[in-house]
C-alpha cells in the first residue's frame, strides 16, 4: 500500500458551537469511514508563508492556502482520490489536494 498525502485548502470557520460541534461530528464520521487507511489524522494549519529561491518571503500564504493536512494508506492514486472526495472540507467550499509520498 502507498501512503499519500491530503492537503486541504480552503472551507471555512464554523461560526457557532452547534456548526463547530457538526463539523467535527463529519470530520469523524469520514475518518471512521476511511477506517485503518487513516496514517496520520493530521491537523488544521494557520496561514502558511513561503520562502522563494531568491530568498524572499511571502507571507499571504498565496492564492489557494493551505488549511491542513492528513496522511492516508491506499492501494493506488484512484483509490485515495475516491477517499478524498468523502473528506467534509469539500462539503463547505474547500479543495483536497492529493499526492503520493515516497521513503527516501
Not at 26 to 34: D, I, L, Q
Request: proline share 6%; aromatic share 8%; charged share 20%.
Amino acid at each position: 500500500m502507498a501512503q499519500f498525502l491530503f492537503i486541504y485548502h480552503g472551507g471555512g470557520q464554523p461560526d457557532s458551537p452547534e456548526a463547530e460541534e457538526e463539523a467535527m461530528n463529519a470530520w469523524g464520521r469520514w475518518f471512521e469511514s476511511v477506517g485503518q487507511r487513516v496514517i496520520d489524522g493530521g491537523k488544521p494549519v494557520g496561514m502558511s508563508t513561503t520562502v522563494n529561491s531568491d530568498g524572499s518571503v511571502d507571507d499571504h500564504g498565496g492564492s489557494n492556502p493551505t488549511t491542513g493536512y492528513g496522511v492516508f494508506e491506499a492501494a493506488d492514486l484512484a483509490e485515495a482520490i475516491d477517499m478524498a472526495k468523502g473528506c467534509p472540507i469539500l462539503a463547505d467550499g474547500g479543495s483536497v489536494e492529493v499526492a503520493e509520498t515516497f521513503d527516501p
